[in-house]
């Protein structure tokens, strides 16, 4: 149980495109939803947190119009980067809970050219 | 100092070998604590949580001391398979919803 599948995998687009990715719970209906950014050989860092019908509460640093986050149902959460730029590029990752532990996607790995 | 730090290794160890990792966190809130597995270039999966009386699953062992704020995990009869980054990660109830604050990982590699 407690499923989450990330889509795309994988992404490579020019510079100043905009990309989606999706983040689903396939199992449970997760009442948060999280999106991390993963440099190489960094940690893991918090972006946004996400409940559903509600705005998303960003970190510090993060540009909410830079990153746009939808989450729309229990089950789905989405990720807009806008006019990406090559220092965009990195490892996304979503996570999902309903009131327990987080359960992380597969990751898109976004690469901006 | 950081909130969550961790040794980032490499850990280079023979099969067979018992292997420990501690992890440490500033935040003397912290409620919840966690051990991540993550694979090269994959999502980290959740290892084990972490409770205040210690538990085990298997090979793997987790301990958590509140009073010098860090948490081990301790790996036996280490495994090829074992060979990961391993992530810390905690929770406090002011963050809301289980956010998670985590380390940088120790990397772990056995070897035949």
């Known amino acids: 149980g407690a499923v989450v599948s990330q889509h795309p995998s994988w992404v490579i687009c020019k510079s100043g495109t905009s990309v989606k990715i999706e983040c689903r719970s396939l199992d449970f209906q997760a009442t948060t939803m999280f999106w991390y950014r993963q440099f190489p050989k960094q940690s893991l860092m918090l972006m946004a947190t996400s409940n559903e019908g509600s705005k998303a509460t960003y970190e510090q640093g993060v540009e909410k119009d830079k990153f746009l986050i939808n989450h729309a149902s229990l089950t789905l959460s989405t990720l807009t980067v806008t006019s990406a730029h090559p220092e965009d590029s990195s490892f996304y990752i979503c996570?999902?809970?309903?009131?327990?532990?987080?359960?992380f996607g597969d990751g898109t790995r976004l690469s901006i050219l | 100092r950081k909130e969550v730090e961790q040794d980032p290794g490499p850990f280079n160890v023979p099969e067979g070998a018992t292997v420990a990792f501690n992890c440490t966190y500033s935040n003397s809130a912290s409620q919840s604590f966690f051990w991540y597995r993550q694979d090269c270039r994959k999502e980290p999966k959740l290892l084990m949580s972490?409770?205040?009386s210690g538990n085990e699953d298997g090979r793997f062992t987790a301990q958590l001391n509140r009073a010098s704020q860090y948490i081990s995990l301790l790996i036996r009869d280490s495994k090829l398979s074992d060979s990961a980054t391993y992530l810390c990660a905690v929770s406090y109830s002011g963050a809301g919803s289980y956010q998670l604050t985590f380390g940088k990982g120790t990397k772990l590699s056995v070897i035949p």
């Open positions: 972490v409770y205040s």
């Open positions: 996570s999902a809970s309903d009131t327990g532990p987080q359960h």
